[in-house]
């Protein structure tokens, strides 16, 4: 059975850091890229960042760059999302997906998780 289990998430203040944790089983981690994703109430979901497992390259949305980073524990078949310098406008819920190659569609996953909040005070 397939899984994708995130986790982390919680309520921070403004400036805080979280880190999301997102544990896959049941497919081969190797071969897929693992995607983060976030929906906000009212809104669409967008991609947040991405990393392909068979070679660590690594994709962020513009509204994160140098306030996330990706990364991926193969040997635990984990992809971690570590969350810096919070805003309130990062407030959602977060996914992690799982597809053959990293992409901001939604429709290029196969696997996706249940999510969890993350909620930014200001």
């Known amino acids: 059975e397939v899984q994708l289990v995130e986790s982390g998430g919680g309520l921070v203040q403004a400036g805080g850091s979280l880190r999301l944790s997102c544990a896959a089983s049941?497919?081969?981690?190797?071969?897929?890229?693992i995607g983060w994703f976030r929906q906000a109430p009212g809104k669409e979901r967008e991609g947040v960042s991405c990393i392909s497992s068979s070679d660590g390259s690594t994709y962020y949305a513009d509204s994160v760059k140098g306030r996330f980073t990706i990364s991926s524990d193969n040997a635990k078949n984990t992809v971690y999302l570590q969350m810096n310098s919070l805003k309130p406008e990062d407030t959602a819920v977060y996914y992690c997906?799982?597809?053959?190659?990293?992409?901001?569609?939604?429709?290029?996953?196969?696997?996706w998780g249940q999510g969890t909040q993350v909620t930014v005070s200001s």
């Open positions: 997906a799982a597809g053959y190659y990293c992409s901001q569609s939604t429709n290029e996953y196969d696997y």
């Open positions: 049941g497919f081969t981690f190797d071969d897929y890229a």
